[in-house]
């Protein structure tokens, strides 16, 4: 399912750059991490294990394989609006499904240039993805300024069954980017990043309500299916700087994330988060990020205060309709705190509790459709 999908894009590209030990070793190492994710009242819970092999090719040569295998169980809103039987929330559907998912990737350094190389694939009950990447790195200055470029393809095909026929999607996207040293203490990092998909971008499992007179002054609400354009742009800027702050024994890291569509969404994103050395083996990390976003052009509560007038055979044509609750004016609070803890020189244990917080802006979308979380990762790794 879509929201399936998006949950565990989400996942895995968490588990890939959520590796605690930031350290370039020349040596294998296996990672472990285990995620259980509960939304609030019983709603979604996604429950994932995650294995990460680091094999060293040689010098310069590294190879890396990573597993994901998550469920995912509970409710989700189906976009329709709240009904008269139940006031207090939104109506829901039920979800069940499991997805494994398998990354493969390669880095080669060669003096002051690096290669990266990566293939994925995934797959569940209704969605099968196939991607890969490919990235470069030159560094400059005596190391101290590196230059990112970057391109991503991903092909996915759907097979829900409210579909008539089989969909695909096709995106892409590059990146671009630059990091500085400062000086002794400081990092700064920015980079933009533009994507481009096409083919089925909806929620096969969501609807969109709208009160429609079927005979002469009798109106019964009907239900149908969400309709977005089959193709969308996107552009991000990010960027984040680092400072060790040795009196304290610490570091700041702080980032902001700008991101557009052609769809109206803009969303501003900011994290901080603080690295505390507790003696010589063990970190503790609080952190805060703040998300809010614009609604998207296309986004209707339901359909009975605008002029639409859906149509089931005008599918990937406008006009455009959703009521995917994600696409209306919100904002996010995530607060976290993460417990590092080094045994020894090879072997490393970490445990991370997280409560995400979703609110409604628009003064219009019933609070029921939106939900919160707590998140709870346990991992480690060992070098060998």
């Known amino acids: 399912m879509h929201l399936r999908s998006r949950i565990y894009s ?3 590209a968490f588990y890939l750059i959520s590796s605690t030990a930031k350290l370039i070793r020349a040596e294998d190492s296996l990672t472990y991490k285990y995620e259980d994710y509960q939304e609030d009242n019983d709603r ?7 294995l990460r092999v680091e094999k060293d090719l040689g010098v310069n040569t590294k190879l890396g394989v990573v597993g994901l295998v998550d469920t995912i169980t509970g409710s989700t809103p189906t976009g329709e609006p709240i009904q008269e039987d139940d006031l207090n929330q939104v109506p829901l559907e039920t979800l069940e499904d499991r997805r494994k998912s398998v990354v493969v990737d390669l880095d080669h350094k060669r003096k002051d240039h690096s290669f990266s190389f990566e293939l994925s694939y995934s797959d569940e009950s209704d ?7 490919v990235g470069y790195k030159r560094e400059l200055n005596k ?8 391109y991503s393809l991903l092909e ?11 969909e695909a999607k ?25 994507g481009k998909e096409n083919g089925y971008l909806g929620d096969p499992y969501k609807a969109v309500q709208k009160t429609i007179e079927i005979l002469p002054d009798f ?28 009196n304290a024994n610490a570091s700041l890291q702080g980032s902001y994330r700008y991101f557009s569509d052609d769809a109206g969404i803009n969303s501003h994103t900011w994290n901080l988060e603080w690295f505390q050395k507790l003696g010589d083996h063990v970190i503790l990390r609080p952190v805060y990020r703040y998300y809010r976003q614009s609604a998207s052009d296309y986004y ?7 002029n639409v007038i859906p149509d089931r055979s005008n599918a990937g044509n406008a006009p455009f309709y959703s009521s995917d609750h994600r696409l209306s004016k919100m904002e996010t609070n995530t607060y976290g705190l993460k417990l590092i803890w080094f045994i020894n020189d090879d072997l490393e244990f970490n445990v991370k509790f997280n409560r995400y917080e979703m609110k409604g802006l628009d003064g219009i979308t019933h609070f029921s459709a939106y939900s919160d979380a707590d998140i709870l990762t346990v991992g480690g790794r060992w070098w060998f």
């Open 44 to 50: 979604i819970r996604v429950v994932a294990h995650y």
């Open 156 to 166: 996915d095909d759907l097979t829900a069954p409210t579909l008539r026929d089989p």
């Open 170 to 194: 096709t995106s892409h996207d590059l990146y671009a980017g630059v990091s500085q040293v400062i000086d002794s203490s400081t990092v700064l990092t920015t980079n933009i990043s533009y």
């Open 219 to 246: 109106f019964l609400p009907i239900l149908f299916p969400e309709n977005r354009p089959r193709s969308r742009e996107k552009w991000i800027f990010f960027s984040e700087i680092q400072r060790d702050i040795p």
């Open 300 to 306: 209707f509560y339901d359909l009975d205060t605008s």
């Open 143 to 150: 190391n101290n300024t590196t230059l990112q470029l970057g």
């Open 127 to 133: 969605y099968e993805s196939k991607g890969g990447v």
């Open 10 to 12: 989400l996942l895995l």
